[in-house]
């Protein structure tokens, strides 16, 4: 039996979704355990390309069941339009195949609407949400006035929840139909039912029965509601420590954390980045890695590898192991830069500093390594890689102290280099 947690390590985008598509294959569980359709997956399987939001992205191979966990955020339209999205794509998503906990709380019209009228009122300090709905969702959550999955299942329930918020207080300028309401997410609901379950005795009741789990995240460390680079964060916990909390698992049962990392960074959103680059070389990297968000469309920030935040991630996460992604995206460059230090008004760092003024602040100290020219994007094993591009994981492997056991070189599922067996 192996339970394994993957986090991203970075920003988000990492590539997570293609890391838990891999390891699904040798699994019987997939648990999604927190954010919600703010995130996006993207897996390739041959010429097929699928992106998945809330649906955790084992969803693709028939031995593997999913789950989508308690402390995952639900649009419940946007559940079932994923489905759909899916079967267009020759995926039938069954309630044999996917599971939904019951006490995961739910996403409304309203959350939606609060969400993108909040970011619209903080002007230059936005935090740069997708306007989901998923930040005020987590507001009700943890106000205790949320709505969860088991309330859509009666229109006595759901009426109550809703009452109980006020919804027609806050939205003063809005003609609020609360029947049309409670009548529409009950029948949505009803179509919910026999995907639901109490999913942390299945969870449980999976890893104690010897079967392989996986606990996969959304976003990244550094979008950590606690550990992130607050406020400009989501609004949930996606270090491995939210595993136990978003599934309902004891921390003892977990056996390895896989940290998902870029071979470079990029951001979504507003925040600080010490190694943005905004210039031709930033620009490259976008282009060369396809840098646009799988949920938004936005360009993301791209800059260069920063080895502060991934020892940071090593130690809030208890990384036992590292996914090296998009190395491809580096090929033909020259020269390429790692930042190990930060300079600050506070002298030289090398741990990276919580308070969000000195971060801000903070100028990258790059520790400079020579590129490669081949195109690595064909390369099958370890010892086929440049010279060069080993000497590049291994530095980054020696430096964060965390082997790195797999390497991507493209986004086929087929395209990624097992350096160690997982």
């Known amino acids: ?24 294959e040798r699994v019987d569980l997939v648990v999604r355990y927190q954010g919600g359709n703010n995130a996006g997956h993207t897996v390739v399987v041959g010429d097929k390309t699928f992106k998945l939001h809330l649906i955790p992205s084992g969803i693709l191979f028939d031995s593997c069941v999913c789950v989508i966990g308690n402390g995952v955020v639900i649009d419940p339209t946007v559940f079932f339009g994923e489905i759909e999205t899916l079967k267009a794509q020759g995926i039938y998503v069954t309630p044999e195949k996917l ?8 996403i409304l019209p309203f959350h939606k609407m609060l969400d993108n009228a909040q970011e619209a009122k903080l002007h230059d300090e936005k935090i740069g949400t997708t306007g989901k709905g998923i930040g005020p969702t987590y507001t009700d959550k943890i106000a205790r006035r949320g709505v969860r999955v088991q309330d859509l299942l009666s229109k006595t329930k759901l009426r109550k929840r809703l009452e109980k918020r006020h919804w027609d207080q806050a939205f003063s300028n809005v003609n609020i139909d609360m029947d049309s309401v409670v009548e529409e997410y009950y029948a949505l609901g009803q179509r919910l039912k026999p995907f639901i379950v109490d999913s942390s005795l299945y969870v449980n009741k999976a890893i104690d029965a010897g079967k392989n789990v996986i606990l996969e995240g959304a976003q990244g460390t550094m979008l950590d509601v606690d550990h992130g680079t607050y406020p400009f964060v989501t609004s949930s916990n996606p270090i491995s420590g939210g595993a136990c909390i978003g599934v309902g698992v004891g921390p003892h049962k977990i056996n390895q954390v896989l940290g998902v990392t ?17 210039d031709d070389m930033g620009e490259l990297l976008r282009t060369q890695g396809s840098e646009f968000g799988t949920t938004t469309g936005r360009p993301r920030r791209c800059g260069w590898l920063d080895l502060v935040v991934l020892k940071y991630a090593v130690r809030v996460n208890g ?18 830069k790692v930042c190990t230090h930060y300079k600050t008004s506070e002298g030289i760092l090398d741990e990276l500093p919580l308070d969000l003024d000195v971060f801000s602040e903070a100028e990258p100290v790059y520790v400079e390594l020579p590129g490669w ?3 690595i994007s064909s390369v099958t094993s370890y010892d086929e890689l440049p010279e060069t591009a080993k000497k590049y994981i291994q530095f980054v492997s020696d430096f964060v102290g965390v082997q790195i056991k797999m390497v991507s070189v493209g986004s086929g599922r087929r395209q990624t280099i097992h350096v160690l067996t997982i």
């Not at 970075?10 to 598509?21: C, P």
């Not at 599971?99 to 739910?106: D, G, Q, R, T």
């Not at 870029?262 to 905004?278: H, I, S």
């Open 99 to 106: 599971k939904v906990s019951s006490i995961a709380n739910v």
């Open 262 to 278: 870029k071979a470079y960074v990029t951001r979504v959103g507003e925040g600080p980045f010490p190694t943005e680059l905004n």
């Open 1 to 24: 039996m192996t339970v394994s947690v993957i986090v991203g390590s970075q920003w988000g985008d990492e590539g997570k979704g293609k890391i838990t598509d891999i390891l699904a």
């Open 319 to 336: 990384l036992t192991s590292i996914c090296f992604t998009k190395l491809d995206v580096l090929d033909g460059m020259k020269s390429l």
């Open 373 to 375: 020219d081949e195109d």
